[in-house]
């Protein structure tokens, strides 16, 4: 089974450009997830959708800061301007949506590592 | 204060040693914990899953959940320079899957 695919791996950016992400799920997963990971803290949720609907962006700066996921598949993020602060890992995961809700596990593709200068 | 605390580490044992990673947390509304496995430029993988408290073995991993006093546990036996990576604890609230990561502890067990 192939895992979450995630580009590009890089990203190297001055600060106030605009950058974007793009994940591919696993197969038939309805629930994807963006995440932000700060160097030497832990993932932080910023966005999950289940299928193309949007169920928790409570976290994302919606100022810079957009998801969207048509077709309830593949996944872009981006940022418009960027700040000096957005450096970090940008995971994206998925999951099946099948368990019990908080009971399902979450797959996580290699990350996209943004610098910002 | 943060949800999950987690001594960031870094946590430095000789091969076959008895491996002990702990997070604390103050939502009391946690009810399903993980462990997380993180190397280096990967995406965490999941390790452990454990429902409220208990212990919970797989193999040379034990996970520890002790709700009364806020605070998890991993064990890792007979630890192996293949177990070298970061670990991150998760836990999550009843019916959400938005999960709280603790900063994550590194691990380097060296041969």
């Not at chain 2, 462990?35 to 991993?61: H, I, V």
Request: charged share 20%; net charge neutral; aromatic share 12%.
């Amino acid at each position: 089974e192939a895992g979450v695919a995630q580009s590009p791996r890089y990203k190297i950016i001055e600060k106030r450009q605009s950058v974007a992400f793009w994940c591919n799920p696993i197969s038939g997963h309805a629930t994807l997830y963006w995440y932000q990971q700060i160097l030497g803290q832990g993932p932080k949720l910023l966005i999950q959708f289940q299928n193309n609907g949007v169920v928790d962006d409570s976290q994302l700066p919606k100022d810079r800061f957009s998801a969207e996921r048509l077709k309830g598949v593949d996944s872009t993020l981006k940022i418009q301007p960027a700040k000096l602060e957005d450096s970090a890992v940008y995971l994206c995961a998925s999951s099946l949506d099948v368990a019990p809700l908080g009971t399902d596990t979450q797959y996580f593709g290699p990350g996209t590592r943004l610098t910002v200068l | 204060q943060k949800e999950v605390e987690q001594d960031p580490g870094p946590l430095s044992v000789p091969e076959g040693a008895i491996v002990s990673l702990n997070c604390t947390y103050s939502n009391s509304a946690f009810q399903y914990f993980m462990w997380y496995r993180q190397y280096s430029r990967k995406g965490p993988e999941l390790l452990m899953y454990t429902y409220s408290s208990g212990n919970k073995e797989d193999g040379r991993f034990t996970a520890q959940v002790d709700k009364s006093s806020k605070y998890i546990s991993l064990f890792i036996r007979d630890s192996q320079p293949s177990d070298s990576a970061t670990y991150l604890c998760a836990m999550n609230v009843d019916n959400t899957d938005k999960l709280i990561f603790g900063t994550g502890t590194r691990l380097q067990v060296f041969p």
